[in-house]
């Protein structure tokens, strides 16, 4: 049903299939986890260094959410542990591929929010302080770290992240990677050489994204509504959330026809996720913003709203961008005061009223 295709989209998004059809070289075993097409520069660039024995400690991948970064960060430790790398890519058959394979490299940590929680825990970096000052597994190897999404730690958990940043112990690579990278600490930053991730090429993503889903007429849509970000609209898919946000978008025409008021359309939400909520609305002003700026085309049930103005549409996205780091870092808000002020203010930027409260 819809929730079990939900769940698959979610897996799909943070360990995608079929990656290794992407890989930078188009070699190695199709078990380990390798790159997207459309992350050659960054993967050539990171080769480089490498080769020229220049390779940072600290790395902080940045771009949106849903292009593969998470699949990246892990085909790159997985070939600074290889043993027997073949252009920078892991072998996938000495044994230190074989104990990443199962699962059981001593190596290697990743620290991500624990189940069913939104942020990392200072008790999570405290442990990966013991972690890294311990000796490699194997002699003349890396302790090798991957921390996502670094925006999901919080003031005390970054502080806490610094001193390994600083001196790092041995041979250590800490690996961050974020989907807005200005919501990080300036301290965190300036510690990690930075490699920013764009969106993919529309023809590239297209291509992959339609050889995910077998060729279905909505790959088109489907890349659209993601704004242009493949994996995100394979998660879109998988969770049937087009229909979702396509519905959410007749409601919301429903307040300006005066159909309903917006604590109405507030109540009728209170099923759904915030996070959820925010990934439409984002995708929704990113789209106004680009249709104002830039004259590029816009859905038909977002027309109602080209008459703001410019800088009201920045700011409601920026308040989002905010909201969407605030539940991050794990803040416990009432979801329907937040879907209230989220209508409220947009309803007043729409109509040129003072903004409500704040979160």
Known sequence: ????????????AADPPGAARGSPGGGGMSSMPLSYPWQMPQWQQ???LHEGQRFPHALLLGGP??????????????????????????????????L????????????????????IGVDQVRALQQFTSQSAYREGGRKLVLIHPAEAMNPYTANALL???EEPAGDTVLVLLSHSPSQLLATIRSRCVQLTFPLPEHNSALKWLQNQLGQTEDAEALLRE?????????????????????????????VVEGKKTVLQLADSWQDREVPD??????????????????????????????????PAVYLQYEQALNLRATLLRGAALNKRLVLEKL?????????????????
């Open 1 to 12: 049903g819809a929730g079990g295709r939900a769940r698959a989209g979610r897996r799909a």
């Open 46 to 48: 990171l080769a480089g």
């Open 65 to 98: 959410s849903g292009i593969g970064k998470l699949q990246f960060g892990r085909a790159l430790l997985c070939s600074l542990l290889c043993e027997h790398p073949k252009n920078f890519l892991a072998c996938g058959e000495c044994h230190s591929c074989q």
């Open 100 to 119: 990443y394979q199962s699962g059981s490299h001593p190596d290697i940590r990743e620290l991500c929010p624990e189940e069913g929680k939104r942020q």
């Open 163 to 165: 001193k390994t940043l």
């Open 226 to 254: 993601s704004g242009g970000r493949p994996l995100a609209a394979q998660q879109l898919y998988e969770s049937d959330g087009l229909s979702q946000w396509r519905g959410q978008d007749a409601a919301l025409a429903e």
């Open 277 to 310: 909520v925010l990934e439409w609305w984002l995708n929704r002003l990113a789209a106004l913003i680009k249709h104002l700026s830039a004259g590029q085309p816009l859905d038909a049930r977002w027309q109602a709203y080209t008459s703001m103005a410019l």
């Open 343 to 359: 209508l409220l203010d947009w309803f007043d930027a729409f109509y040129g009223r003072a903004p409500s409260r704040a979160y």
